[in-house]
């Protein structure tokens, strides 16, 4: 097998890994949007890549690791005649984030499943389930020509399903090549602080307002039960997004809190999804609509569930007097309040009643001891990809290889 990173060796998100078997069987990994640089939005425009998505095909498959958007966000410019395999929580999650946000869907995916393999004429792709910020994401294991090549995809194993990770290097025992993410080796923390710990944090801003508002990705469902758990510890009422509870009741998972089956969990419907066309109502914000707002601040003790597009909701509570006793907790990675959406936000929130906003957060990539977990494969190749301090890892992982875009590394 060769090994080929079109894009990644020296950034974060964006990247794309091409293997070729010496029968020539062509598969890539990961087709999503390069994150934002320089105060830019994320850059979404098709990349134009010669037989993934114009001219005619000339790979055999495309495999995604995960939901979040720097990693799937672009599929939808794939040749049609090019298999794309996601696993099938991830494509629920990414075909929902298309219909709110108006985005193209791809919807001749193929559903992977964790440890199924699936033959690609002479290659074999296994998935596993390892601990990320986005529920449900893979990495890969490649078998062709009598080698293993593992693709980790975004990973830690500082979550409540943080075991996962070391569950995965167990079954996968060895590898001649690694490719891994380092988005962590650019950063001065060498340990990252457990989700379980963050909640012991939090659980203090919790006691001290009476309302607290989450802004947090949805697809962090590790974060999302940890301060459902908080609310009821604390006496609060618990309400969603119209996304977060959408993606949940998709999901079917009976761990997440649901507002389809929980009388503590409601949904906040903000004015402009009552306003869209039927079809999306129907399908999107009615079912929801008798757990929605109307009962569930009446204490004026709650913790809500935001989106930076919410301006307005605060607002309006802020005006029928339901805000007077509030925090804002900013659960993301700091990058995203750069964006002027998310600076103007956090900004204006504190017209309406927010006290005090609070960072709490833990990232969703692996920390320096975790990544050196990766030795007990013993591959004799290791190759650093979405990260912008490759060269770290060579103290980190033994057999680390430093390369450039497109080259060409034999297995």
């Known amino acids: 097998m060769k090994v080929r990173v079109l894009k990644g060796s020296h950034q974060i998100g964006g990247c794309i890994t091409e293997i070729i078997s010496d029968k020539g069987t062509r598969i890539l990994i990961d087709f999503g949007e390069d994150l934002p640089d320089d105060n830019k939005e994320l850059r979404k425009e098709n990349p134009n890549i010669d037989g993934l998505t114009m001219g005619k095909k000339k790979y ?23 298999p794309v395999y996601v696993e099938e929580m991830s494509k629920i999650i990414y075909t929902l984030q298309s219909v709110f946000t108006y985005k193209d869907i791809r919807f001749q995916t193929i559903d992977m499943h964790f440890e199924e393999p699936i033959v690609i004429k002479d290659m074999v792709v296994t998935p596993y389930m390892v601990d990320h910020s986005s529920y449900h994401s893979s990495m890969l294991l490649i078998e062709a020509d009598g080698k293993r090549v593992l693709h980790t995809g975004d990973f830690r194993n500082h979550g409540y399903s943080g075991d996962t990770f070391e569950n995965a290097l167990q079954k996968i025992n060895h590898v001649d090549m690694i490719i891994t993410e380092g988005t962590c080796l650019s950063r001065k923390k060498k340990k990252n602080e457990t989700e379980k710990h963050l909640m012991k944090r939090a659980k203090k801003a919790f006691q001290k307002y009476d309302q607290v508002f989450i802004l947090q990705s949805s697809t962090n469902i590790d974060r999302l039960k940890g301060f459902y758990e908080l609310s009821k510890e604390t006496g609060k009422t618990f309400i969603m997004d119209i996304f977060t509870s959408n993606l949940v009741a998709k999901l079917h998972d009976k761990e997440i809190p649901n507002p389809y089956d929980l009388d503590d969990v409601y949904t906040w419907i903000t004015g402009k999804y009552r306003r869209k066309k039927i079809e999306f109502q129907q399908e999107y914000v009615i079912p929801f609509k ?30 029928k007097n339901y805000i007077d006793n509030a925090c804002l907790i900013y659960s993301m990675w700091d990058g995203y309040k750069e964006k002027e959406e998310m600076k103007t936000f956090l900004e204006e929130v504190k017209k309406y009643g927010v006290k005090e906003i609070i960072d709490y957060h833990t990232s969703g990539h692996a920390d320096l001891k975790t990544i050196q977990l990766l030795n007990e494969l013993h591959a004799s190749k290791v190759i650093p990809i ?11 992982l033994n057999n680390t290889i430093l390369i450039e875009d497109n080259d060409i590394i034999e297995v």
């Open 60 to 82: 055999d498959a495309v495999f995604i690791t995960h939901s979040h958007g720097d990693h799937i966000g672009l599929i939808h410019y794939i040749l049609d005649d090019i």
């Open 290 to 319: 008798k757990r929605s707002k109307q009962k569930s601040y009446v204490n004026k003790k709650y913790c809500l569930l935001v989106k930076a597009s919410m301006l307005e909701t605060f607002k309006k509570l802020f005006q």
């Open 386 to 396: 979405h990260t912008t301090n490759p060269k770290k890892l060579i103290n980190v």
